[in-house]
């Protein structure tokens, strides 16, 4: 009597031995990105620093004080009362909006969902400029994971100006990728991207003066997302 076994072909082993890595390195990856989502989250524990309430108490408080940033020193004479522009202007309304009669907690949650904002943009812009695939997974992976190392978790909660550049400088980088990877916009979709791209920049360069080395890369976002002047006639008609 002779015994038979059925050999699965080499061909298909190979594919169902991929399909189970591919699998596996989805579950590695959401894995992962849980545990640096709630490290981040656990940043709601940490110590508020002085630094953290007295930027966002500055920058919410320009219309209360006559359309003028007040310094928190003012032994700096000349940098104490600052004029806003009115390009600043939807700046200051965003964050006049968001802290005004607000408690300290307030200052707190917001630093954490900028953080999770970054990391979530982040991750999404990565998925975005790589091809898919086994390349695109590893990518992903590395930029999620680098995010918990250390003490950089609960950094990135802090309340400061930090976050909100770095989610700024994200969107950027989303109106430029979406731009070229269009051949052409609607001129309903180029004016709300142009809509958008006025509110970040004026939400950028208002909440601290180091958005200024970044002026190079907003520029050449605009230069991007916005190529043709033939757009912007379309826009303005």
Request: a positive charge; aromatic letters at 10%.
């Amino acid at each position: 009597m002779l015994l038979t076994r059925s050999v699965v072909p080499t061909g298909q082993r190979h594919v169902e031995s991929r399909r189970l890595c591919v699998a596996g390195s989805h579950v590695a990856l959401a894995a992962a990105g849980l545990v640096v989502v709630a490290t981040i989250a656990l940043g709601v524990l940490t110590p508020l620093y002085t630094d953290e309430v007295g930027y966002n108490l500055m920058l919410s408080r320009v219309f209360a004080e006559g359309r003028h940033m007040v310094g928190l020193l003012p032994q700096c004479r000349s940098a104490y009362v600052l004029g806003v522009p009115w390009t600043w202007l939807p700046g200051a309304a965003i964050y006049a909006a968001l802290f005004h009669g607000t408690g300290l907690l307030a200052v707190k949650v917001a630093g954490i969902v900028m953080a999770l904002l970054w990391l979530g943009l982040g991750t999404f812009l990565v998925r975005l400029g790589t091809r898919e695939g086994t390349y695109r997974r590893f990518a992903t992976a590395v930029f999620v994971c680098a995010h918990g190392f250390g003490q950089l978790p609960m950094i990135m909660t802090m309340g400061r100006s930090e976050g909100v550049l770095l989610v700024c400088l994200a969107l950027y980088l989303w109106l430029a990728l979406r731009s070229l990877r269009r051949a052409r916009m609607r001129p309903r979709t180029a004016a709300l991207s142009l809509g958008l791209f006025a509110i970040v920049t004026s939400v950028f360069f208002f909440s601290h003066s180091k958005a200024i080395f970044y002026a190079p890369l907003a520029l050449a976002a605009a230069v991007m997302a916005f190529p043709r002047r033939a757009q912007l006639a379309r826009i303005a008609a």
